[in-house]
T-cell receptor, first 111, second 114 residues
Framework: DQQVKQNSPSLSVQEGRISILNCDYT??????FLWYKKYPAEGPTFLIS?????DKNEDGRFTVFLNKSAKHLSLHIVPSQPGDSAVYFC??????????FGPGTRLSVLP | KAGVTQTPRYLIKTRGQQVTLSCSPI?????VSWYQQTPGQGLQFLFE???????NKGNFPGRFSGRQFSNSRSEMNVSTLELGDSALYLC?????????????FGPGTRLTVL
């Protein structure tokens, strides 16, 4: 039973438009969330995080929104660039425990 | 500062064999975590080592084991390999115990079991 779900295996977006990647979780004890980006043949790299005491965190073109009542978070990339094409993983942690990762969403940004 | 390195990068084994993977963390990092990545499953947490002690363990059979040395380098061992063990094995290091300390991932070891 997956505690962290990313129901879209892939997403294609035109360059310059907004990319929205979604993540749902089932464990209400999760209190810290991360997004990682992964290019082929490389390890994942940290993108942005959010604590459950906040509902939004922004870093440049990347914004993460957290809706605790819906157990849903999303990553917005505006504007999308071809270099953003990668697999994006959502990860969640409960009270300092190790992360539970989602299966990932492959984002393709088309020029 | 050098990143996380993993050796070997690629490995082909047959069922029943055993394998040892190595991970060298970023200098000064004391925590090393191991993950298994398979298509459609994302990253599955295997275990975390901190100062040579296993701190956390994921839901994997006892065939999967690991250790950490005094210089923080870590090894992961899988015995009696099965076809389903074919995966990308990722190692991540952090200064202290995650999750509130950023984890830096290595490029992974691609294991193929025939």
């Amino acid at each position: 039973d997956q505690q962290v779900k990313q129901n879209s295996p892939s997403l294609s977006v035109q360059e310059g438009r907004i990319s929205i990647l979604n993540c749902d979780y089932t464990n209400s004890m999760f209190d810290y969330f991360l997004w990682y980006k992964k290019y082929p043949a490389e390890g994942p790299t940290f993108l942005i995080s959010i604590s459950s005491i906040k509902d939004k965190n922004e870093d440049g073109r990347f914004t993460v929104f957290l809706n605790k009542s819906a157990k849903h978070l999303s990553l917005h990339i505006v504007p999308s660039q071809p270099g953003d094409s990668a697999v994006y993983f959502c990860a969640a942690s409960a009270q300092g425990q190790n992360f539970v990762f989602g299966p990932g969403t492959r984002l393709s940004v088309l020029p | 500062k050098a990143g996380v390195t993993q050796t070997p990068r690629y490995l082909i084994k047959t069922r029943g064999q055993q394998v040892t993977l190595s991970c060298s963390p970023i200098s000064g990092h004391r925590s090393v975590s191991w993950y298994q990545q398979t298509p459609g499953q994302g990253l599955q947490f295997l275990f975390e080592y901190f100062s040579e002690t296993q701190r956390n363990k994921g839901n994997f059979p006892g065939r999967f084991s690991g250790r950490q040395f005094s210089n923080s380098r870590s090894e992961m061992n899988v015995s009696t390999l099965e076809l389903g063990d074919s995966a990308l094995y990722l190692c991540a290091s952090s200064l202290e115990h995650p999750p509130y300390n950023e984890q830096f991932f290595g490029p992974g070891t691609r294991l193929t079991v025939l």
